[in-house]
């Protein structure tokens, strides 16, 4: 199969599956949870749409990246919170609640400010000149309708049918998967020569990424005096991000496998993030509760 086939038809199909089983676990109730929590929604939408960004930007100006490569971690790095993160921040013990609130929130923004950042890299780090360009209007109305569009089916699926919603949330995550893992292996496949080069660049790239961000969310947090269960699931919300959205804006929308990179190493490597920030949300929690003092 070619990989323009996978690009044009098995990637957005993928993502639209990813997002209806995003959106079969979503209900209204959790778009209207700003106003119970907005200390905790604004730092973590912050962190995400703007300090997460910023990190990103520094990073791949420090490390030496090929131009392509650059733009795609960029774009890695304004996308989403990915629908991963919510099972995550459950395992972590981390605000679950708050976890969805803000993956919905920040997949509904992203859908206006990733062609406008991602222009904006593709003008920093390949030129005025070039010839790739991410027409603003025609993207936003892509992403919406391979994220939002199916995001909406499924709250409405949820809503109508609810027993027909649980059933479907189980198929959809096991047939995103598996889309996941085709795609990475077409580009894993197609870029096989320069691979090693690709992940000596990225790699250090996205460890950083994952690190510096998920800090930055936590850290941001405690300062402004969130609970641990909050802190635990912005850190995981900022150091999680939407690889495959990522994919299908770089290789789907821009038609660019090179800038793809990036997110199928960090798809990868997200599995090994996961389990840290599982393993650290466990232990802080598990320590707060030890000390807490005994009722006599």
Same mark, same amino acid.
């Given at each position: 199969?070619?990989? =323009?086939?996978?690009?044009?038809?098995?990637?957005?199909? !993928?993502?639209?599956?990813?997002? $209806?089983?995003?959106?079969?676990?979503?209900?209204?109730?959790?778009?209207?949870?700003?106003?119970?929590?907005?200390?905790?929604?604004?730092?973590?939408?912050?962190?995400?749409?703007?300090?997460?960004?910023?990190?990103?930007?520094?990073?791949?100006?420090?490390?030496?990246?090929?131009?392509?490569?650059?733009?795609?971690?960029?774009?890695?790095?304004?996308?989403?919170?990915?629908?991963?993160?919510?099972?995550?921040?459950?395992?972590?013990?981390?605000?679950?609640?708050?976890?969805?609130?803000?993956?919905?929130?920040?997949?509904?923004?992203?859908?206006?400010?990733?062609?406008?950042?991602? =222009?904006?890299?593709?003008?920093?780090?390949?030129?005025?000149?070039?010839?790739?360009?991410?027409?603003?209007?025609?993207?936003?109305?892509?992403?919406?309708?391979?994220?939002?569009?199916?995001?909406?089916?499924?709250?409405?699926?949820?809503?109508?049918?609810?027993?027909? !919603?649980?059933?479907?949330?189980?198929?959809?995550?096991?047939?995103?998967?598996?889309?996941?893992?085709?795609?990475?292996?077409?580009?894993?496949?197609?870029?096989?020569?320069?691979?090693?080069?690709?992940?000596?660049?990225?790699?250090?790239?996205?460890? $950083?990424? =994952?690190?510096?961000?998920?800090?930055?969310?936590?850290?941001?947090?405690?300062?402004?005096?969130?609970?641990?269960?909050?802190?635990?699931?912005?850190?995981?919300?900022?150091?999680?991000?939407?690889?495959?959205?990522?994919?299908?804006?770089?290789?789907?929308?821009?038609? =660019?496998?090179?800038?793809?990179?990036? !997110?199928?190493?960090?798809?990868?490597?997200?599995?090994?993030? !996961?389990?840290?920030?599982?393993?650290?949300?466990?232990?802080?929690?598990?320590?707060?509760?030890?000390?807490?003092?005994?009722?006599?």
């Amino acid at each position: 199969m070619e990989f =323009n086939v996978f690009t044009a038809i098995v990637l957005p199909i !993928a993502l639209g599956i990813i997002m $209806l089983g995003m959106g079969l676990s979503l209900v209204p109730e959790d778009f209207q949870r700003i106003t119970k929590y907005p200390k905790a929604v604004a730092i973590g939408l912050i962190s995400q749409l703007i300090i997460l960004p910023i990190i990103g930007f520094i990073i791949a100006s420090v490390i030496p990246m090929q131009p392509e490569i650059a733009v795609g971690f960029i774009i890695l790095s304004i996308c989403p919170g990915g629908p991963s993160s919510n099972l995550i921040t459950y395992l972590a013990k981390g605000d679950v609640v708050l976890s969805i609130t803000l993956t919905a929130f920040s997949s509904i923004i992203t859908v206006f400010t990733i062609p406008i950042l991602a =222009n904006l890299a593709l003008q920093n780090f390949i030129g005025q000149s070039t010839s790739i360009q991410l027409p603003i209007g025609q993207t936003m109305l892509q992403i919406f309708i391979i994220t939002l569009l199916p995001c909406g089916l499924g709250m409405w699926i949820r809503q109508q049918f609810p027993d027909i !919603a649980r059933r479907l949330e189980k198929v959809t995550n096991k047939l995103a998967a598996i889309f996941l893992i085709a795609i990475i292996s077409a580009i894993i496949i197609r870029e096989w020569s320069r691979l090693p080069g690709f992940i000596i660049q990225v790699g250090i790239g996205v460890v $950083l990424l =994952n690190l510096l961000s998920s800090f930055a969310g936590f850290l941001s947090s405690r300062l402004f005096k969130l609970n641990l269960a909050q802190s635990i699931c912005i850190a995981i919300e900022v150091g999680i991000q939407n690889g495959t959205l990522a994919i299908a804006i770089t290789a789907g929308i821009l038609k =660019n496998p090179d800038m793809a990179v990036p !997110a199928a190493v960090y798809s990868l490597f997200m599995y090994v993030t !996961a389990f840290i920030a599982i393993a650290s949300g466990r232990k802080f929690t598990t320590e707060k509760l030890v000390n807490l003092p005994s009722k006599s």
